[in-house]
C-alpha cells in the first residue's frame, strides 16, 4: 500500500480534491454514456411494441374486411 | 482474405456477433479498470515531484489516447461505409462519436483538474489540452451534421466525409499545436515527455489502458446494438430480440 | 457538335460563376465590408494603443479573414443546387473533383483575392509594423486558397441542410487552425524582422495538400447531397 492509512487515502498528500474530483466526473460523464445507451434501448423496446401492435391491428382489420366479403369496398 | 467477413455486412448477423461478444467485453472491461484504479490509487507509489497529484494520469492518459483511436475508428468505418455501401458500417458511426466525445470531455477534464495543483489554474493552453479540445470540436462537428439530417443514410454519409477529412487533419492540427505551444510558452516538460515512467506506475497504467480499451469497445458495442435495433425495427428479428431482451 | 476539352469546360464554369457574381455584386462584397467592420470593432473594443494591437493584428485579421471566408460560403453551391445545374455538373464526362476546382477557384477570385489587396488597409488600421505587411499578404495569398477549398468542403456536406450555415462554420473552424498558426506566427516574426521561411514553407504546404485533396470531398458531399 502506497498510504499508511484511510485518512492518507482520502486526503492523497493534500491533493485529495483534485484526485477525487477527477475520478468522480469521468465516472459520471462514462457512466452517463452507458446509461444513455440502456434507455434508448428501453426506448427501442417500446416502439417496437408499438409497431407489433399497429402491426396485428392492420393485420386483424385486413382479415375482418376479406371475411365480410370483397363486394364490399368500404373506406375506414 | 477478407471473406469471412462477408456474412457481417448484413445487420442481423452483426447483432449476434455483438451480442455474443458483448458479456466478455463487459467483463474485461470491469476487471481491467477496477483492478487498474485501485491499483494506481492504492499501490502505486508516489511521484518524487507531483505527490499523489499525479494519479489523475491513470484516466487522463488512456482517455486521450482513445478518444483520438475512437476518432480513427470512425473514420475508418466511414471510409469503409464510402467505399462498399455497408449499412452496418453507416450505422457506426454515430455509435462511435458520442463515446469518442465522452472520453474526450474526460480528457479534457482530468487535464485540466490535474493543471490546478500543477501549474496554478484550472486551465491553461498547453499543447495536449488544446489538441483535445480541438478534437472535442472535430466530434461535435461529425455528430451536427449527422443529426442535421433527416435521412439516416445521408447522414452518415456526410458525417463519413467529415470524419475523414477531420483524420487527415487530426496530425496536422495535433503538429502545429505542439509547435504553436512551443512558440508561446517555451518548452513545458509534463511528465510523459520525460523518457521513462517507473515500471511500478508503468504497469497499473498499462491496466488502465487496457481497460479504457475495453470500456471504449464494449460502449461502442452497446451503441451499435441499438442503432441496428433501431433501423431494423421493422423486422421480426429485431423485435423478437427486443422482446427477449 | 464539337466536344469540349476539360480545360473549356473548367473556363466557361468560371466565367459563368464570375459573371453571375458581378450581377449579384453586394453577394461578393458583403463579406469584405464584413471583415473591414470586424476589423474596426477591435480597437474599439480593446483601446487604441497601438502596440496592443500591432501585438494581435495577425490574429485578429486572420481570425477575420476566417469568419469573412465562411460567409462567402452561402453562394458557391447552393444556387446552382437548386436550380439543378450541380446536377448537371455531376453528369459531365470530367471529374467531378475536377469541375469542382472551378467554383472554389471563383470563390478565391472573389473573397481571398481581394483579402489579399485589401490587406495592407488592415494592416495601417491595427497599426501593423511596416516589416510585417509584405508577410501578411503574402500569408493571406498562400492560405486563403486553402480557406476556400476547406469552405467547399463544408458547403458541399450542408446543402441538404436548411439553414446550415452555423453549422458549415462549426465543422469548418477546427480545420482551419493549422492555417491560423503558421499564418501568424509568420506575420509576427516579420514583423520582428526574424526569419518567415519555415513557418511560410508549411503554410505552403498545408495550402498545397488542402487544395489537392479537398475537391475529392468536395465532389463526395456533392453527389452525396444531389442524390
Redesign the interface.
Known sequence: ???DSFTD?VA????GL??W???F??FV??A???L???L??RQ??K???Q??QRQERLARRKASRAEVGDGNESKT | MWRWLHPYAKPEATYHLLQKLLPWFVALTLVTLVTG?IWG??????DYQQ???Y??IF??VP?AIFSMGAYMGMAIMGAVA?IWQIKTAEWSIPAIA??GA??T??AL??GA??G??MWGTWWVWDARLTSEL?LL??Y??VM??YF??DDAR?GA??AA??S???V??LP??H???E??NT?HQGATITKFEQPSIATSMLIPLLICLAGFAF?TVS?VM??L??EI??HE??RPW??QR??Q? | MSQLSSRQIWVTLLKRDLRIAARRRSDALNPLLFLLMVVTLFPLGIGPGPDILARIAPGIIWVAALLASLLGLERLFRDDFQDGTLEQLCLLPQPLAFTVTAKIAVHWLLSGLPLVILSPVLALLLSLPLQGWWALALTLLLGTPALSALGA?GAA??L??QR?SS?VS??L???F??LL??AT?AVENASMGLAVHGQLA?LAA?SV?TVT??PL?VA??IR??VN
Do not use: C
Open positions: 500500500m502506497a498510504f487515502f492523497m498528500g493534500g491533493y483534485y484526485v474530483l477527477s475520478f466526473l469521468s460523464v462514462l452517463g454514456v452507458a444513455e445507451t440502456l434508448a434501448k427501442l423496446a416502439k417496437s411494441k409497431l407489433q | 484504479v490509487l492504492a499501490f502505486a507509489p508516489g505527490g499523489d497529484s494519479r489523475i484516466l487522463h482517455s464510402l458520442p463515446v465522452a472520453l470531455v474526460v477534464l482530468t483538474i490535474w490546478k495543483p480541438i470540436f472535430l461535435v462537428g451536427a451534421l442535421a439530417f445521408t454519409k456526410a466525409i467529415l475523414l477529412v477531420g487527415i487533419n496536422i492540427i503538429f502545429s499545436v509547435w504553436w512558440l470500456l460502449l452497446m451503441r446494438k441499438n435495433l433501431r425495427l421493422h429485431a423485435q427486443l422482446e431482451d | 468542403i456536406l450542408t441538404q441542410v446550415g453549422l462549426l465543422i473552424i477546427p480545420l487552425i493549422p498558426i503558421f506566427a508549411i498545408i495538400l485533396l479537398a470531398a463526395a458531399g452525396m447531397s
